[in-house]
């Protein structure tokens, strides 16, 4: 089949690369997968992989572009099937493209927003999210974030190291996230800059930033006074790396939540999870049937001071830090395999065009969804914060 696939732009975020990943893996199984987005920091790696690529405008952009332009992508190259990820190239190609040909949506987000439309076939990430969503009715499949064990795996942690100029002894610790507000990341990052600061009047610690993002200059601030503070570079901010390995590769701690955090399982690293209102948790064997159901995330806790606990206790040990590594590596090789991901989505595909719902259903379905679509867009102008940020624990994050 011709497949269209929509990320919702080619930046930074886990879902976007594993789009590219999935549709480059789609080839292997006689399908012809197209990408349609617009350009960004991931433009590189799409033209390197050798996918075609449509250049989209950004999918938020006022007026109907990108509807448009999508319909003649799907005339032009006799698309057979679309496949779009995240909320708003999913209502987009709902409404347009996606009423004369096969859609799915994939939401990778930790919710669904209510707005999207019943009758696509919808992907998600976590068992949790799956169950809710079957149990709202929807048609829901699981499709955990993928990770190419090839590609995401400890060969040489010194060359790693040395390529961002850090000292034997230091005790490596490695972020790979956007420097946004979303999901609280940029705060969990100063939290982190907070707490390595404390670590460094006793030990050799360095804490390796890897991201962009509308926080960059405040955590470059914060570095900077940590540094001059002790006199050595105990923060280091190397802003966004194409190539997320090395950073990963260099850590002997890894801190993260969603594909991140699986990621740097994959290099064998020991794992503290990110979350929202001073969440902080260290996989081990106590924790692991938790992420595995609701997601590498969480919400609640007590901040720096339970970073700090996970931080010092995993600094304490190198051989448990090598039994976590080791634990974890084999959790993501077991559940999260690329290849095994690849074939459950072909399979999905061919599901997906011939499982077509009746007219009834659809118009039922895109009416609810334009009426309460009307509603966070209303919100999103008018409303007030707390009705933003409601949306936003939907998983309507603007």
Known sequence: ??????????????????????ASAMRHYG???????????????????????????????PGLGWSRRLEEIVRQHRIDL????????????????????????????????????????????????????????????????????????????????????????????????????ALEKLQGVLEAIRVVDRMAATRPVRLLIAGDGEGLQAVQRRADAVNAHHGWTVVQPV????????????????????????????????????????????????????????????????????????????AESSARRRQLGAFGRDLVATRYDLDRAAEHLAALYVDTALGRSPRAAVARSLARSAATSARYFTSMRFGSVVDREQWAREGAIA
């Open 82 to 181: 679309i496949h779009a990820y995240e909320w708003r190239p999913c209502l987009q190609a709902a409404f347009g493209a996606g009423r004369q040909i096969p859609l799915l949506m994939s939401v990778m987000s930790m919710d669904v927003p209510r707005f999207l439309p019943t009758h696509v076939p919808l992907v998600v990430g976590t068992p949790e999210l799956h169950q809710r969503m079957l149990d709202q009715g929807r048609r829901a499949h699981l499709l955990e974030p993928p990770v190419d064990m090839d590609r995401y795996r400890t060969t040489d942690i010194a060359a790693a190291r040395a390529r961002f100029g850090i000292p034997d002894g230091a005790l490596v610790i490695s972020i790979v996230s956007m420097l946004s507000t």
């Open 31 to 61: 399908h012809e997968p197209m990408i349609y987005s617009a350009p960004g920091v991931l433009t590189e790696l799409l033209r390197d992989s050798g996918l075609e690529w449509a250049e989209a405008p950004a999918p938020d952009a």
């Open 239 to 314: 802003g966004f790396q194409l190539d997320a390995a090395p950073a990963y590769e260099a850590a002997d701690i890894v801190l993260g939540m969603g594909s991140s955090a699986i990621k740097g399982l994959a290099h064998a690293k020991p794992l503290v999870v990110h979350g929202e209102a001073g969440f902080w948790r260290t996989l081990d064997e106590t924790t692991a049937a938790g992420f595995l159901h609701r997601g590498w995330y969480g919400r609640g806790g007590a901040g720096i001071r339970d970073l700090a606990g996970a931080l010092e206790s995993l």
């Open 1 to 22: 089949m011709r497949i269209l696939i929509c990320p919702h732009q080619l930046g930074m975020v886990g879902s976007q690369l594993n789009a590219i990943e999935m």
